[in-house]
C-alpha cells in the first residue's frame, strides 16, 4: 500500500485492503439498515443510503419519533458516533472486530440512548448472506486503508456533485448505497421504464422494480472492477447501440461482464487532470444514453453558472 493519505487523489489497491473492505461494507449494511428502518420511503430508496462527510460516512438526520439521530463512521478518528437530539451521544473505537461483535455494540449503544433499531439483520446484495449476528467471518479493520478509501470517496463525491449540478431534470442526490457499496448519482429521462427483471443476489425482486422504475442514466465509484477501484455508468433500459459508444477519456471501456462502462480509478489518478478525466467519461456516457434514448435534453439540462454572468444584483443580494 502507498503512502498516500495526503494526496487529492490516493492511490488505494483493491487486493491490499479485501478483507477491510468486506467488513467495511458488512458494518454499513447494519448502519444503513438502521437509517432505513426509520426515514419514510422516498422513490427508487433515497432515504436508506449513507453521505460522504469531512470525515467519513454518515447517515445524516434520521428521524426518530419526535426527534432525530445521526451515526457517523468516522474514518479519520475511526471511531463509530451516535449523536442523538436529546443530547445523548455515544461511540466506539473502530478497530479488527467480528461483525458480529460491530453488530451487538451498536445495538448496545442504540439501547442507551433509547433507540429502538427493529432491522431485518442479514445483509444485501452479497452471496452467502451471513445474518450479522453469526458472521465471524469478516472481522479485519486496516485504518490507514479506511482512510484513504474514504479519501477516494471524497474525491469522487466532489468530481460527481459538480457533474450533477449541470442537470435540471429529476436527478438523485450524490449517496453511498451500502447494499452495492458504491457512490452513485442517477438522472431521469422523465419516462417510465419496463419492470426491471430483478436478480440480485439476497434482495427482493421488488427492490429492483422500486429503483429503476423509471428511465435512467447512472454513474457512481465503487471499490471493484480495477485494480483501486472504478468509476462507472450504465442506462436502464439500455438503448440500442449503447454498448458499442467509445467514451472518453483513454482507459475507459465497456465491460461485458458488468454491463456498463468502467473508467478504472488508477487510469483516472494517473492523468494530469484526474478530474477532468473523470468527468469526461461523466458527460461522454451521459450522452451515450440521453443521445440514444432520445431524451429532451434542452429540457433537463442547463448551465450551473447561469446566474454568474446575470446582470448585477442590487447590493446586498449577491448571495
Same mark, same amino acid.
Given at each position: 500500500?502507498?503512502?498516500?493519505?495526503?494526496?487529492?487523489?490516493?492511490?488505494?489497491?483493491?487486493?491490499?485492503?479485501?478483507?477491510?473492505?468486506?467488513?467495511?461494507?458488512?458494518?454499513?449494511?447494519?448502519?444503513?439498515?438502521?437509517?432505513?428502518?426509520?426515514?419514510?420511503?422516498?422513490?427508487?430508496?433515497? /432515504?436508506?443510503?449513507?453521505?460522504?462527510?469531512?470525515?467519513?460516512?454518515?447517515?445524516?438526520?434520521?428521524?426518530?419519533?419526535?426527534?432525530?439521530?445521526?451515526?457517523?463512521?468516522?474514518?479519520? !478518528?475511526?471511531?463509530?458516533?451516535?449523536?442523538?437530539?436529546?443530547?445523548?451521544?455515544?461511540?466506539?473505537?473502530?478497530?479488527?472486530?467480528?461483525?458480529?461483535?460491530?453488530? %451487538?455494540?451498536?445495538?448496545?449503544?442504540?439501547?442507551? +440512548?433509547?433507540? /429502538?433499531?427493529?432491522?431485518?439483520?442479514?445483509?444485501?446484495?452479497?452471496?452467502?448472506?451471513?445474518?450479522?449476528? #453469526?458472521?465471524?467471518?469478516?472481522?479485519?479493520?486496516?485504518?490507514?486503508?479506511?482512510?484513504? $478509501?474514504?479519501?477516494?470517496? +471524497? /474525491?469522487?463525491?466532489?468530481?460527481? !456533485? #459538480?457533474?450533477?449540478?449541470?442537470?435540471?431534470?429529476?436527478?438523485?442526490?450524490?449517496?453511498? *448505497?451500502?447494499?452495492?457499496?458504491?457512490?452513485?448519482?442517477?438522472?431521469?429521462?422523465?419516462?417510465?421504464?419496463?419492470?426491471?427483471?430483478?436478480?440480485?443476489?439476497?434482495?427482493?425482486?421488488?427492490?429492483?422494480?422500486?429503483?429503476?422504475?423509471?428511465?435512467? %442514466?447512472?454513474? !457512481?465509484?465503487?471499490?471493484?472492477?480495477?485494480?483501486?477501484?472504478?468509476?462507472?455508468?450504465?442506462?436502464?433500459?439500455?438503448?440500442?447501440? $449503447?454498448?458499442?459508444?467509445?467514451?472518453?477519456?483513454?482507459?475507459?471501456?465497456?465491460?461485458?461482464?458488468?454491463? /456498463? $462502462?468502467? *473508467?478504472?480509478?488508477?487510469?483516472?489518478?494517473?492523468?494530469?487532470?484526474?478530474?477532468?478525466?473523470?468527468?469526461?467519461?461523466?458527460?461522454?456516457?451521459?450522452?451515450?444514453?440521453?443521445?440514444?434514448?432520445?431524451?429532451?435534453?434542452?429540457? +433537463?439540462?442547463?448551465?450551473?453558472?447561469?446566474?454568474?454572468?446575470?446582470?448585477?444584483?442590487?447590493? !446586498?443580494?449577491?448571495?
Amino acid at each position: 500500500m502507498n503512502d498516500s493519505s495526503t494526496t487529492n487523489w490516493p492511490s488505494l489497491r483493491v487486493s491490499d485492503w479485501t478483507h477491510t473492505r468486506d467488513t467495511l461494507h458488512m458494518w454499513t449494511q447494519i448502519v444503513g439498515k438502521i437509517r432505513m428502518a426509520h426515514a419514510p420511503l422516498v422513490n427508487h430508496w433515497w /432515504q436508506v443510503p449513507l453521505y460522504v462527510s469531512p470525515r467519513g460516512l454518515t447517515t445524516s438526520t434520521v428521524p426518530y419519533r419526535s426527534g432525530a439521530f445521526e451515526i457517523e463512521f468516522d474514518l479519520l !478518528g475511526h471511531r463509530l458516533e451516535i449523536r442523538s437530539s436529546d443530547g445523548g451521544t455515544r461511540a466506539f473505537p473502530l478497530r479488527p472486530m467480528t461483525v458480529a461483535a460491530f453488530y %451487538s455494540r451498536v445495538l448496545d449503544l442504540l439501547d442507551e +440512548l433509547a433507540i /429502538q433499531a427493529p432491522i431485518r439483520p442479514v445483509p444485501n446484495e452479497v452471496d452467502p448472506a451471513i445474518p450479522f449476528a #453469526e458472521d465471524h467471518e469478516h472481522a479485519s479493520y486496516d485504518a490507514e486503508a479506511a482512510t484513504l $478509501f474514504w479519501r477516494q470517496l +471524497l /474525491q469522487a463525491n466532489r468530481v460527481i !456533485g #459538480e457533474f450533477r449540478s449541470h442537470f435540471v431534470g429529476k436527478v438523485s442526490p450524490v449517496h453511498f *448505497f451500502w447494499g452495492g457499496m458504491d457512490l452513485a448519482c442517477t438522472r431521469f429521462s422523465g419516462r417510465s421504464a419496463p419492470e426491471h427483471p430483478g436478480g440480485v443476489p439476497n434482495c427482493g425482486d421488488w427492490v429492483m422494480v422500486e429503483g429503476y422504475s423509471r428511465e435512467l %442514466s447512472s454513474c !457512481g465509484f465503487w471499490p471493484g472492477g480495477g485494480e483501486e477501484g472504478a468509476f462507472y455508468s450504465y442506462a436502464y433500459p439500455a438503448p440500442e447501440g $449503447f454498448a458499442e459508444q467509445s467514451p472518453g477519456p483513454e482507459g475507459a471501456y465497456y465491460s461485458t461482464e458488468f454491463q /456498463q $462502462f468502467l *473508467f478504472p480509478y488508477e487510469a483516472a489518478r494517473s492523468t494530469p487532470d484526474p478530474d477532468r478525466a473523470v468527468a469526461e467519461f461523466l458527460r461522454s456516457t451521459y450522452e451515450a444514453a440521453a443521445n440514444l434514448g432520445h431524451w429532451d435534453r434542452p429540457a +433537463l439540462e442547463d448551465d450551473p453558472r447561469r446566474w454568474h454572468t446575470s446582470p448585477a444584483t442590487p447590493e !446586498g443580494d449577491e448571495n
